[in-house]
C-alpha cells in the first residue's frame, strides 16, 4: 500500500491550496479515505473524511473548524483523494497526512504553511 501526498506549500492567509493523494496498492474505490493534521506540538487531528458510498461523491465529514472551507472528494479513476482548501488561516498550518479509513495506512504528509 503507497499512499502520496502533494500540494503544500506556503500561502497568504485567505489563500487556497489544493491537496492531492494518489493511493496504489489496495481496491482505491472500496475504501473510505480521509485528511488529518498534525501542527507543531499537537496531536494529530481528522480533518475530513469520504466514504464509498455514492461511487466518486461519497458521504463526507468534517472538522467543526474546517467545515465550510474545506472540501474533500475522491476520483476513483485516478486513484486520488483530493482536499481543497480555501479561506486558509493561520491555524491551519500543519503537516497533511492522507490515511485509508479502517487501516494504519498513511502518506508521508506534506507540509502546509499559512503565513504572511
Known amino acids: 500500500v503507497r499512499l502520496v501526498e502533494s500540494g503544500g506549500g506556503l500561502v497568504q492567509p485567505g489563500g487556497s491550496l489544493r491537496l492531492s493523494c494518489v493511493a496504489s496498492g489496495f481496491t482505491f474505490s472500496s475504501s473510505g479515505m480521509s485528511w488529518y493534521r498534525q501542527a507543531p506540538g499537537k496531536e494529530r487531528e481528522l480533518v475530513a473524511a469520504?466514504?464509498?458510498?455514492?461511487?466518486?461523491?461519497?458521504?463526507?465529514d468534517y472538522a467543526d473548524s474546517v467545515k465550510g472551507r474545506f472540501t474533500i472528494s475522491r476520483d476513483n479513476a485516478k486513484n486520488t483523494v483530493y482536499l481543497q482548501m480555501n479561506s486558509l488561516k493561520p491555524d491551519d498550518t500543519a503537516v497533511y497526512y492522507c490515511?485509508?479509513?479502517?487501516?494504519?495506512?498513511w502518506g508521508q504528509g506534506t507540509q502546509v504553511t499559512v503565513s504572511s
Open positions: 469520504i466514504g464509498i458510498i455514492g461511487g466518486n461523491g461519497g458521504n463526507t
Open positions: 490515511k485509508r479509513r479502517l487501516y494504519n495506512h
